[in-house]
């Protein structure tokens, strides 16, 4: 017999193959999506007021604590989720859907229903079903429906006026507040006036809201280099603006002066955001190639129905809301065949 | 010659190559090692019988094992020398588990049997592929499937693989470079035997030397008509992947429950050629084969390695640099850790790895699973492993199953590509045991359920036969009876006599008299 | 409104007559959830007797030994009762067979005729064997045999029956 | 038109589990696996629908007539839970494809609440013999959808890494909120048309 062979470390972290790694992470590709929502948000401070900065900051440390905190009851590893970046980002989404003007203690509960409730008693990050900021503005405004319709005044964006209000301050004076332009445009329409004249009101400007088209541009550059940089997928953000757009061409085309164009719902509200970085949340929307297609186009039309018919402002959040519902079964039917299995033509 | 279409299978990922490092140096031949372990289990599909004692001498490519059954292939002494051993060793396997083999303490001479080449002219099919078989040849690429069920099936279109997609590994790159006459022979046997119409030798295009070698090989020789050409593919993991290379070259796609030569196509590992054609052109048997030893050493390289030879001792020829953590036997991406080193070299394994922790850092801590898809987009059968992973973690083998873990290949892509560095193969090896390990169970289970049923079927007719056989003898007594006696008493009498009667043979019948002077119990029937 | 209720209820009535539908397949169900090592741990002679208890509901649904936790989980799922942990101790899970010592054996057959599933072969006063693929473990040929040559070994460790472990993580492992 | 309305309406807008809080029971107790949850819903449609015309027929024509109609609640218990009966007792018989598909969740029904709310709130609402039809067809659409919906994210939660406090129904139930606040978007919509 030969010598006493040499034995490999038995418990072995590299249990068996692969041996080797792509050099990504999670922390890298949610740290991406950061950077590229700092176009967006910087076009909000030049537009709207440095305002939203306070929410932004108070919005991280809430999130960064509360996922710390959950972390260490559940006595789950706590340096490793906190620094992926993951609370940041759903951080961040809050506060850029909710009215940069809400008080603090708002934007404190609406991170903790995001984070606590919305992602962690599901287990933590990567088994929500629900958007965590999606699930936050919905429960916000269905719970706050005046303070969360309170936007910042186009044109006054003096910081001190910001800062009152977020501390608390009496928010019941004319000029500080204002209403978004798709707020403007459901009541208008609700009073029988029609789309030209609603739009020639000073609110708006050359497609959206006036100052929120250019925030919408910042967000619509955000996405560009995500999808540049292979951070996100084509799919969501383009089914999106099909689904939203095509079902908003048909009413317009068919009555003008009741129904506003698509560009308008694509250049207003949250559509952008919503498009290239709330549908493209990897946990919560489908992850089939046909899902993806089939969530992101059902979040356009329902968000069309809910903006034009429903009770509240806003409808992305909902619509994207009622998709995750529909993830599951989404996915079930969209499996993608096999190897071998797939009809693609054989020579 | 036109240059060819090429098809596309899904996903496949793109690692460094690391081919250089063992790839430049030609191939070279190992010193004796003091002993040569040979497993008798070296094709998937079979083993082999030994034939020879402890004690025997024997000559290089002397046959140590015959195959048995169909499905097995021989295994050959190595080297000549003395058996001195017949043992459990352990197995180039991640268990670890020890297996039977054959030691050969060799006497340094090298003798070889008497070689007796096949005149390929005059030698029938049968011959042929007999010989296949008794010189142990399986597929050499890893699967080690025993290549004379694959030649012996009639195809459209022959595939020769030296793809070789898997970093590090360079033994299939070397061999086509050096030996590309050896292969090209090989390959036209197998198109002789598989009646193929056309053979394409598929190479990556990181191998230009091996492309221009095989190219001057085919050419040189194109006059037999044949359709013979070396085409080239594009790198990508697992290209060398059987199914994968057949869909890229042929554009079938072959499931994983179907066989590729239902659709006429066979495909056989470049080393597999060579093989063929040393077996039959040189009457050689397998008996070594060319082993990469690359990564943490001082001299990487190709070495002709004897079957049997113990990796350790791989190791010590090429000196092994400090930092070395483990060692890997194939390539790093479907690979595995050798638990022992004493594990010996067989026909199947193409390449050693030293891995220090600077060349294969080990895996980052496993972080929540984000659904991000990057590895269903890798994933060379179109599955979602994300969902594998969620059911295979909860322990959910019917969700692992609907989302067709059986399809996959391990090939690693998912896991390299993952950015929460989940071991997600890891898990589906795990989930794949387990639900092996269940339907066993369930067919054990099946087959309890049938024996125990069919016995309580015959005990309970057993049963209904001794009634039966009672109730005959009781009716026969009473008539008996009722005839002796006349009608003198009382058919009332009768009946109660014939009871009696009937209850002491029943209970005579039922317990065997105790005999205990017999000694020994004595069986009241025989079973089956 | 009794008009109603009566109405109704001789409609039920006949209706329950004339629909009345035999045969209860559950305990087909439940049997083919059970090992079938038909070892009678359990109190009854065999898998189906037991399915069939469990089934009427006369059986609790942890009794059976070699199924253990995992097999009360599944008969639990499919009979939407409450889980409930096998009582008895916990054994793993080793597959294993029963081997005749060739040598002791005096060929009584006693032990053919325990074996629930006629895994033993051999006739009177000749030597027994253990057909190893069908032996399901079930342990009830020790008792009989006057000899005691019977032992059970473990199913040795083969490449094919050989399970990788469930991997090794950072995280804590879901139930 | 209005008709389509009416069941779109039931089905989305005034979702009976989410938006009328009814039928809750099947709704967390039938919903761990989709075939189950397909199967429940199937039942409950069939059910829902003839129980909605027979309450017609029986309030229309028995309980108006003679003014009894505060006798209405009853009337309609017994009514449905006779249907059941019948219902299953029928299938049992005739189908035994069916009856493997729905047979274990019939006498589940007799106690789903909505069942009884539903008749309730189309006499209550002036409905007539069709459009209640139409109404409880359309909410029983609703349940099934609302019950599938749920069931493919508990099946998916099965995986998470649920705090241990909040596993099983904890969960299931804050996922019940949370869809409600989801099909919350489609208020108001009902009446635009």
Same mark, same amino acid.
Request: proline letters at 7%; one cysteine or more; hydrophobic letters at 45%.
């Given at each position: ?11 072995? /972290? ?8 792509? /050099? ?28 939203? *900065? ?32 993951? !609370? ?20 404190? *509960? ?21 958007? /965590? ?12 429906? !005046? ?5 910042? !005044? ?44 609603? *739009? ?112 509240? /402002? ?34 | ?359 294969? @850092? ?5 972080? @929540? ?10 994933? @060379? ?37 993952? @950015? ?109 | ?29 439940? $049997? ?115 000899? $005691? ?27 | ?19 009328? +809080? ?35 027929? +029986? ?17 309609? +218990? ?23 598909? =729905? ?25 007539? =013999? ?17 019950? +599938? ?45």
């Amino acid at each position: 017999m030969a010598a006493q062979p040499r034995r490999n470390r038995v418990s072995d /972290p590299d249990m068996s193959s692969p041996h080797i790694r792509k /050099p990504v992470s999670v922390q890298r590709e949610m740290f991406t999506v950061l950077l590229a929502l700092v176009p967006g948000i910087t076009a909000y401070v030049w537009q709207i007021g440095a305002g939203i *900065l306070v929410n932004l900051v108070l919005a991280s440390l809430t999130a960064l604590a509360a996922e710390a905190l959950v972390l260490k009851l559940r006595a789950r590893p706590v340096a490793i989720t906190v620094t992926d970046g993951s !609370a940041l980002v759903t951080a961040w989404l809050v506060v850029l859907a909710l009215p940069s003007i809400v008080p603090w203690w708002l934007t404190v *509960l609406a991170v903790l229903v995001a984070i606590v409730g919305a992602k962690h008693l599901y287990g933590g990050i990567g088994q929500n079903p629900f958007n /965590p900021a999606m699930a936050a503005y919905c429960a916000m405004i269905v719970a706050y429906p !005046a303070l969360m319709s309170q936007w910042p !005044a186009i044109g006054n964006t003096d910081f001190t006026t910001q800062w009152h209000l977020i501390l608390g301050g009496e928010r019941a004076i004319d000029g500080l507040t204002g209403a978004t332009a798709l707020d403007a445009m459901r009541t208008g329409l609700r009073g029988h006036t029609d789309v030209t004249s609603i *739009l020639s009101s000073s609110a708006f400007g050359f497609v959206g809201g006036r100052g929120w088209e250019w925030i919408a541009l910042g967000h619509l550059l955000g996405g560009l280099f995500l999808l540049a940089t292979r951070t996100i997928s084509w799919r969501q953000p383009l089914s999106f603006i099909i689904g939203l757009g095509l079902t908003a061409s048909v009413f317009w085309l068919i009555a003008p002066e009741r129904f506003p164009s698509p560009l308008f719902h694509l250049a207003s509200g949250g559509a952008m955001l919503a498009a290239f970085f709330i549908l493209t949340d990897p946990v919560t929307s489908s992850t089939t190639p046909r899902g993806k297609l089939i969530f992101a186009v059902g979040v356009g039309i329902i968000a069309w129905f809910v903006r034009t018919f429903g009770a509240y /402002p806003e409808g992305i959040a909902f619509g994207v809301l009622l998709m995750n519902l529909c993830v599951p079964l989404i996915d079930r039917s969209t499996q993608p065949a096999t190897f071998g299995q797939r009809k693609e033509k054989r020579p | 010659m036109s240059l060819p279409h090429l098809f596309r299978f899904p996903g496949g990922i793109q690692p460094d190559a690391h081919k250089k490092e063992s790839s430049e140096q030609p191939i070279r031949p190992v010193p004796l090692p003091a002993r040569l372990a040979v497993p008798l289990v070296q094709s998937s599909q079979g083993s082999a019988r030994t034939i020879v004692t402890v004690g025997d001498k024997v000559l290089k490519g002397q046959c140590i094992g015959e195959a048995e059954g169909n499905a097995g292939t021989a295994i050959h002494a190595p080297t000549s020398g003395r058996v001195t051993e017949i043992g459990r060793y352990p197995m180039a396997h991640p268990s670890g588990l020890d297996t039977l083999a054959i030691v050969i303490e060799p006497d340094g001479e090298e003798r070889w049997i008497a070689r007796e080449p096949l005149d390929m002219a005059s030698a029938s099919h049968e011959e042929l592929i007999l010989r296949v078989q008794a010189s142990g040849i399986v597929g050499m690429g890893g699967a080690a499937f025993p290549s004379h069920i694959k030649a012996n099936s009639k195809i459209d279109t022959l595939i020769i693989n030296g793809a070789e997609c898997e970093p590090w590994i360079s033994c299939d790159d070397r061999l086509m470079r050096e030996r590309s006459a050896d292969i090209v022979t090989g390959a036209r046997i197998l198109r002789r035997l598989t009646g193929a119409r056309r053979v394409l030798i598929g190479i990556e295009d990181n191998k230009p030397e091996a492309i221009t070698a095989m190219k001057l090989v085919v050419q040189a020789a194109a006059d037999d008509g044949g359709e013979i050409s070396v085409i080239t593919v594009p790198t990508r993991y697992p290209t060398g992947g059987q199914k994968q290379l057949i869909r890229v070259l042929t554009g079938f796609e072959i499931a994983s429950n179907q066989r590729s030569s239902s659709f006429g196509v066979q495909c056989f590992n470049v080393g597999t050629a060579h093989a063929v054609c040393r077996a039959l052109v040189h009457g050689e048997a397998m008996v070594s084969r060319v082993v990469t030893v690359t990564g943490n050493v001082e001299h990487p390289g190709n070495y002709e390695v004897l079957l049997g030879t113990a990796v350790a001792d791989l190791i010590e020829l090429c000196v092994a640099k400090p930092g070395t953590e483990r060692t890997l036997m194939g390539g790093p991406l479907m690979g595995f850790t050798l638990p022992r080193l004493d594990a010996p070299i067989t026909k199947s394994s193409n390449c050693i790895i030293a891995a220090s922790n600077t060349l294969f @850092p080990p895996a980052p801590p496993e972080q @929540p699973c984000i659904r991000c898809g990057s590895c269903a987009q890798s994933c @060379p059968t179109g599955l979602l492993p994300f969902e594998l992973y969620w059911s295979s973690r909860a322990k959910n083998y019917d969700g692992a199953v609907h989302y067709n873990i059986s399809e996959c290949i391990e090939c690693g892509c998912c896991a390299y590509v993952c @950015p929460a560095h989940i071991p997600l193969v890891d898990y589906f090896r795990f989930a794949k045991s387990e639900i092996r390990a269940r339907n066993q169970e369930k067919r054990a289970a099946d087959q309890a359920r049938a024996r125990f049923e069919a016995r309580s079927a015959r005990l309970e007719r057993d049963k209904a036969e001794k009634a039966a056989r009672l109730t005959a003898k009781a009716a026969e007594t009473r008539a008996a009876l009722a005839a002796n006696k006349d009608a003198a008493t009382d058919a009332n009498d009768a009946a109660l006599i014939a009871a009696a009667v009937a209850r002491t043979q029943a209970q005579s019948q039922a317990q065997p008299p105790a005999s205990g002077q017999n000694g020994g119990a004595t069986p009241p029937e025989p079973s089956i | 409104m009794i008009g109603i209720t009566l109405a109704l209820g001789i409609a039920l009535g006949y209706a329950a007559i004339h629909f009345k539908v035999e045969g209860n397949p559950l305990a087909a169900q439940i $049997d083919a959830l059970l090992p079938q090592t038909q070892c009678a741990q359990c109190g009854y002679p065999g898998c189906k007797p037991y399915a069939e208890a469990v089934a009427s509901g006369a059986a609790e649904i942890n009794l059976c030994t070699p199924g253990g936790d995992e097999g009360a989980h599944k008969l639990a799922e499919l009979l939407g009762r409450e889980f409930k942990p096998h009582g008895g101790p916990v054994v793993e899970k080793v597959k294993v067979v029963a081997l005749i010592d060739e040598q002791t054996c005096i060929g009584c057959t006693l032990c053919i005729q325990a074996c629930p599933v006629d895994a033993i072969v051999g006739a009177a006063k000749q030597m027994h064997t253990v057909i190893a693929p069908i032996c399901t473990g079930c342990e009830l040929c020790l008792p009989p045999c006057p000899v $005691d040559c019977i032992s059970l070994i473990a199913e040795p460790r083969t490449p094919q029956n050989w399970r990788w472990k469930y991997p090794v993580t950072g995280l804590k492992v879901v139930a | 038109m209005s008709y389509l309305f009416i069941v779109l309406g039931a089905v989305l807008v005034n979702n009976v589990v989410f938006v009328r +809080i009814l039928g809750l029971c099947p709704f967390m107790g039938v919903s761990k696996k989709h075939e189950t949850a397909l199967g429940m819903g199937m039942a409950t449609t069939f059910v829902l629908t003839v129980a909605s015309g027979t309450s017609y027929l +029986i309030d229309h024509y028995l309980l108006v007539p003679f003014d009894l109609v505060y006798l209405r609640t009853l009337a309609f +218990i017994v009514v449905i839970a006779a249907i059941v009966q019948l219902t299953e007792l029928v299938i049992h018989k005739t189908s035994p494809l069916l009856q493997q598909v =729905l047979g274990i969740y019939l006498p589940l029904i007799t106690t789903n609440c909505a069942v009884l709310g539903i008749p309730l709130l189309s006499a209550g609402l002036g409905y007539g =013999l069709l459009e209640s039809l139409l109404f409880g067809f359309g909410s029983a659409l609703g349940f099934t959808f609302a019950l +599938i919906l749920f069931a493919g994210i508990r099946e998916h939660l099965e995986g998470a890494d649920v705090p241990v406090p909040f596993r099983g129904v904890p969960i299931a139930m804050m996922t019940a909120g949370f869809m409600s606040l989801a099909f919350m978007g489609f208020a108001g919509l009902d009446r635009f048309h």
